[in-house]
């Protein structure tokens, strides 16, 4: 059953975002008038076709990108005009990411990739390895903490992924695809792990999937079609989203048909 978080807190608010490449003629409009909330304790999906601007959303959410206009919140605070040079600040203290192509160092042990997060947030060595090590056990790899990533199956490759993301202890968790490359055993233990730090740690995690078999994982699934989300659902509703959705409440959730993996 989707799990219904009555306390959660608004920590991502979106307003009016667009996102606009070229003009006139070659304009292109990835995103266009986009309004959300996410909140903590929840395993909110992104879904829509390829080229619906997912990533997209994904990449603004999490400060990596600019939108072309409107306004995005982090944790109350208004990040839309902040500088350049105070993102990467907010990108380490409040985000972890998580890519489809895991993005480890393969010269690096699990516990070495793991623990290189945490020496570039200024953590000393010792104190880096001990965090780094009780990361990896908390993802369920403790027998392979000292492998190398040509060593790791695509599974565990994206659990050293999901841990090096959590170094920093952030509020939220964005993840790119992160089954589309794995196999159905692989795929679960992923999605798995990622709804229990949302559930069980109070995080606010943001996935964007192609991937049919995470639909009975989501709490909220919000689908995007041409830059635009058109609807949201929940388990046992679906609303359209042709105007801005007030928040869901506690109330609206029930149990989703299971999908298989």
């Not at 480890?104 to 793991?114: D, G, M, R």
């Amino acid at each position: 059953m989707a799990h219904a978080n009555s306390f959660a807190n608004t920590v991502i608010r979106a307003r009016g975002l667009w996102k606009v490449y070229g003009a006139g003629g070659t304009e292109l409009r990835a995103l266009c008038d986009v309004n959300l909330e996410i909140r903590s304790g929840q395993l909110t999906l992104l879904m829509g076709p390829s080229g619906s601007g997912k990533t997209t959303l994904l990449s603004i959410l999490g400060c990596i990108l600019r939108a072309s206009s409107g306004n995005l919140e982090l944790l109350g605070q208004e990040v839309t005009a902040l500088p350049e040079r105070d993102l990467p600040r907010l990108r380490r203290d409040l985000i972890g990411f998580v890519f489809q192509g895991f993005n480890l160092f393969p010269a690096l042990t699990a516990v070495e990739n793991v623990a290189l997060a945490l020496d570039l947030r200024g953590v000393a060595a010792r104190p880096a390895r001990r965090r780094a090590e009780q990361l990896l056990v908390e993802v369920g790899l403790k027998d392979r903490m000292h492998a190398f990533p040509g060593d790791l199956s695509g599974g565990q490759k994206q659990r050293v992924a999901i841990a090096r993301a959590l170094a920093g202890d952030p509020p939220i968790l964005l993840a790119d695809e992160p089954t589309a490359a794995l196999d159905s055993t692989s795929g679960r233990t992923v999605i798995d792990l990622l709804q229990r730090l949302a559930h069980q740690h109070a995080r606010a995690v943001v996935m964007v999937t192609h991937d049919p078999r995470v639909l009975s994982y989501g709490d909220r699934i919000l689908h995007l079609e041409d830059g635009r989300l058109v609807r949201e659902q929940l388990p046992g509703r679906d609303l359209s989203l042709s105007t801005p959705f007030a928040p869901a409440t506690a109330a609206q959730f029930s149990e989703l048909v299971p999908g298989e993996f």
